[in-house]
């Protein structure tokens, strides 16, 4: 049986894209066989991240006007094993046909063929506007949202949250220590009492995350939360990091550090008109 991911946001650089390759490789490494369908129509992306950048001869709309096979459309990513691509196409509005688009595309694929494997995932990286990404969003039963961790990340994902049809889980993507040591941000479990939502994984602003993306390297290998994070989307438990061994860890540097958490906290409170 299949389950359809989708990774939303609402805000465009909020990590959908690198999150999604990383969580579906991750999902690879672990045995599992897995559809990525990059959802940015017109500006497509999530090949880059994969280091696809050869092999795509067609894209979504093709398959969903018969002008391909699945099998010519789907792309596989040879450095690993089970890990397929679905391109999106580069010349057409990004919202152009979307629901009709991706829906035929994903049906086809569904129903298989000799060459088109049977995935145990398939992750949609929804891009575009948020009307956009709740439209791909739609296609799947389990809605994903990553969160910025600032204002105004926090706003766009409380706004989509109430729009999805099914409560989504959250990822809290470019958490910065640094900013939790000094009580400028809100600490993961203040975040959730602003954001009420089970927690996926906290990725932490990462600066080898960042030159892996930069150079075609393995992201995976740089932040053990991808594989944790795909454990967790298969049931397991595996404790979130931050909470609570770097709040400790926080909580020694912000011994160390000036008292400036009145401010943080009137101005959260303030935005959000709860927090603490
Ligand atoms: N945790 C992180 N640490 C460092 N850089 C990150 C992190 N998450 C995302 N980025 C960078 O942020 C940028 C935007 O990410 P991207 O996945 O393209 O966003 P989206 O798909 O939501 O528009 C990319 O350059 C990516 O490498
Ligand atoms: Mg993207």
């Known amino acids: ?17 690198l999150l999604t390759c990383g969580i579906g490789e991750a999902l690879a490494g672990l045995g599992k066989t897995v559809l990525l369908v990059d959802g940015s129509q017109g500006l497509r992306s999530l090949e880059l991240y994969m280091g696809l950048t050869e092999g795509i001869l067609y894209t979504c709309p093709d398959l969903a006007a018969g002008k391909c096979r699945a099998a010519d459309v789907l792309v596989e990513d040879e450095n690993h094993p089970g890990l397929w691509l679905l391109p999106a196409a580069q010349n057409l509005p990004s919202d152009k046909d979307l629901k009709e688009n991706y829906g035929k595309a994903l049906e086809i694929i569904q129903n298989g063929g000799e060459d088109v494997p049977s995935f145990d995932f398939i992750l949609t990286d929804c891009g575009g506007s948020p009307e956009s990404q709740l439209t791909l969003a739609a296609l799947s039963e389990r809605p994903v949202l990553v969160v910025l961790p600032d204002p ?50 906290i990725f932490e602003e990462n600066d080898g995350l960042r030159r892996a993306v930069l150079t075609g390297g393995d992201v995976v290998r740089e932040m053990p939360e991808f594989a944790n994070t795909a454990k967790r989307l298969l049931g397991q438990t595996v404790p979130l990091p931050l909470l609570p061994g770097l709040l400790e860890d926080a909580s020694v540097l912000a011994a160390q550090t000036p008292e400036i958490s009145g401010k943080r906290e009137s101005f959260w409170s303030r935005v959000f008109g709860r927090g603490k």
Do not use: C, W, Y
Not at 1 to 17: C, D, E, F, P, Y
């Open 1 to 17: 049986m299949t389950q359809r991911i989708a990774v939303l946001s609402g805000r465009g650089g909020a990590g959908k894209s």
């Open 152 to 201: 105004a990340g926090l706003r766009a994902a409380d706004k989509l949250r109430k729009l999805t049809a099914k409560e989504p889980e959250m990822i809290i993507n470019r958490f910065d220590s640094r900013d939790l040591a000094k009580h400028l941000l809100p600490s993961p479990g203040e975040f959730q009492e602003m954001l009420p939502l089970p927690v996926l994984g």
